[in-house]
């Protein structure tokens, strides 16, 4: 059985730092992206980033380029959000996804199979 699970999540002041961490465990990701996705108070679920190919390849959304990096680890089957910067609007429940086989969307929920719990990060003012 396939799960991912999030941690790093907390408080935060605003221009301040945060690293997410996914592990995931059942089987290993290589070519499929693994991504994460963002889910603020009385808004939609929107995507953060993502990563493909064992790191070869990396999207972001517009919000977060330049700001937010993402990076996997193979060896611990790990994926890696660094976020920098941090504003207010970034306060959300962060979640952590995978493909069961590769797709070449990468932004969209529906291409992933597989979703942690979440995890919280709130950024004060």
């Known amino acids: 059985q396939v799960q991912l699970v999030e941690s790093g999540g907390g408080l935060v002041q605003a221009g301040g730092s945060l690293r997410l961490s996914c592990a995931a465990s059942g089987r290993t990701f290589s070519r499929e992206a693994m991504g994460w996705f963002r889910q603020a108070p009385g808004k939609e679920r929107e995507f953060v980033a993502a990563i493909a190919w064992s790191g070869m390849s990396t999207y972001y959304a517009d919000s977060v380029k330049g700001r937010f990096t993402i990076s996997r680890d193979s060896a611990k089957n790990t994926v890696y959000l660094q976020m920098n910067s941090l504003k207010p609007e970034d306060t959300a429940v962060y979640y952590c996804?995978?493909?069961?086989?590769?797709?070449?969307?990468?932004?969209?929920?529906?291409?992933?199979?597989?979703w942690g719990q979440g995890t919280q990060v709130t950024v004060s003012s």
């Open positions: 996804a995978a493909q069961k086989i590769h797709r070449i969307i990468y932004t969209a929920e529906t291409t992933y199979d597989y």
